[in-house]
């Protein structure tokens, strides 16, 4: 059986990429400084794409992607393109977890805790 080749974070989408961390928010800049230089003891990027979908962070040796939900997440359009981008790439074996905004800003100790136990359990 041959299996599909992912094109991880593919030249077209550099400049994307590149604004999207241009623009983080202040919840992403929050976390960003939480997860960089492999303080958790594997190592994120930031803005990185598999195929043509942007996940806000993502550790390549858990296949683990992390998105931060702001209020535009709610927004039905956004909610159903998210929701087929999550089972596309879920079906290639990366794993999402989900925190929002407000999760960010007032419980930093509990998201990273969070984070901390999906990287410890087998990818």
């Known amino acids: 059986m ?19 961390r241009l623009k983080s928010t202040l919840a992403e800049k929050i976390l960003w400084e939480r997860l960089r230089r492999s303080e958790l003891g594997f190592k994120f990027f930031r803005q990185y794409s598999v195929d043509g979908y942007v996940m806000d962070f993502y550790c390549p040796t858990k296949h683990l992607a992390i998105e931060i939900e702001g ?23 990366v794993r999402f977890l989900k925190f929002s905004n407000q999760q960010i800003y007032e419980k930093i100790g509990e998201t990273i805790e969070s984070i901390k136990s ?4 087998p990818s």
């Open 71 to 93: 209020s535009i997440h709610k927004e039905t359009s956004v909610a159903d393109y998210d929701k087929f981008r999550y089972r596309y790439l879920e079906a290639f074996g």
């Open 118 to 121: 999906n990287l410890h359990t």
């Open 2 to 20: 041959k299996w599909r080749q992912f094109h991880f974070n593919n030249p077209a989408l550099k400049n994307r990429r590149q604004d999207l």
